[in-house]
């Protein structure tokens, strides 16, 4: 039996790649191929699509699109917090939050600190300059000749020490503690005697005589019931100058020995005492009593005269044991 086998396949149906082929619309003019999988025809004015690539320049899924796709890509995921516009919009943001935020910490730190030290008065204490230093010196050492000790006023404030003399100051008095430890140390250590321990008990010593003396001070105003014109701070700068008569008498030691040490310690006590008298007379006595022995003035006198008759005590007791 002969047939024709060529017969028998002809009305075979063929067979379609794309399953959607029979559903899609009007053939479109170019033809698809078939090797490539739901291929998007890219409106370039009838261009020839080039067959496995993207005509956009972006790698080509295999059967996925990315362009349709409703996921974002790795590359843009975060994009909307990582974005260079975020960050120039957010930095100033947290740069201004960092500064309120610093300013409210140091403000009420500095709050804090004022309640206990009087930060704007000292201030005050230490505004010198290099000519009052000087002149300073010379009057603790030569207060004899000096005449006028009254304290310059400007609208109800006092003159800053570097435009008033005979102001006190917190300068001086501190210069000459951190001078006293450093002339201590030499000392001793030409006399072999230095040691670490030694000096910070002789510093440590020096400070607690220091506040102990300010508190009898303190103390003796209360109980006496002084009204006067004297701060803490002005008590504790008129009892520091004793530590520039100390200084002088110790580095005099080292080339006199005890001779020198003591006739410089005689001499400048006797100076400290006259400048403390005169400067704290208009300071505790009031103005318009001209004598010592008026009524309500005596306790006012005896104060002055125990502030100045025990630095020169202070002095050697401090000092003696280092020659």
């Known amino acids: 039996m002969n047939y024709n086998h060529s017969s028998a396949r002809r009305g075979k149906p063929k067979r379609i790649l794309d ?3 029979g559903l899609s619309g009007p053939s479109s003019p170019m033809p698809q191929s078939p090797y490539m999988y739901n291929q998007q ?9 080039e067959y496995g690539f993207n005509v956009s320049g972006q790698p080509q899924s295999y059967g996925f699109n990315p362009q349709l796709s409703n996921y974002p890509s790795a590359d843009s995921q975060g994009g909307e917090f990582a974005s260079p516009q975020f960050a120039s919009l957010a930095q100033p943001v947290v740069t201004d939050m960092a500064m309120q935020y610093g300013n409210v910490l140091v403000g009420t730190g500095k709050q804090h600190l004022e309640k206990y030290v009087p930060i704007t008065a000292l201030k005050y204490y230490f505004a010198v300059n290099t000519d009052y230093v000087f002149t ?3 009057l603790l050492f030569f207060p004899f000749t000096h005449k006028d000790w009254s304290v310059k006023y400007e609208q109800d404030v006092p003159l800053q ?8 100051d917190m300068y001086i008095p501190t210069m000459a503690f951190f001078t006293y430890v450093a002339v201590a140390g030499l000392v001793l250590g030409i006399q072999d005697r230095f040691t670490h321990e030694q000096l910070g008990i002789l510093s440590s010593s020096a400070l607690a005589w220091g506040v102990i003396e300010l508190l009898v001070h303190t103390i003796s105003l209360y109980i006496m019931n002084l009204e006067t014109s004297l701060t803490t701070l002005d008590l504790l700068a008129y009892s520091g100058y004793k530590y520039v008569g100390i200084n002088i008498a110790l580095l005099l030691s080292l080339v006199f020995r ?7 310690l005689l001499y400048f006590s006797t100076s400290l005492a006259v400048f403390l008298m005169r400067s704290l007379k208009l ?5 318009g009593h001209n004598s010592y022995t008026a009524i309500g003035n005596k306790r006012r006198l005896y104060f002055i005269l125990f502030l100045a008759g025990i630095q020169p005590v202070l002095m050697w ?7």
């Open 136 to 138: 300073k010196l010379l």
């Open 317 to 323: 007791w401090l000092s003696y044991h280092l020659i």
């Open 283 to 287: 300071r505790v006595i009031p103005q």
């Open 19 to 21: 399953p959607t082929a």
């Open 258 to 264: 005890k001779f020198g040490y003591y006739v410089t």
């Open 41 to 49: 025809m890219p409106m370039n004015n009838g261009a020839m699509p």
């Open 161 to 168: 020490p570097r435009f008033e003399k005979n102001a006190p």
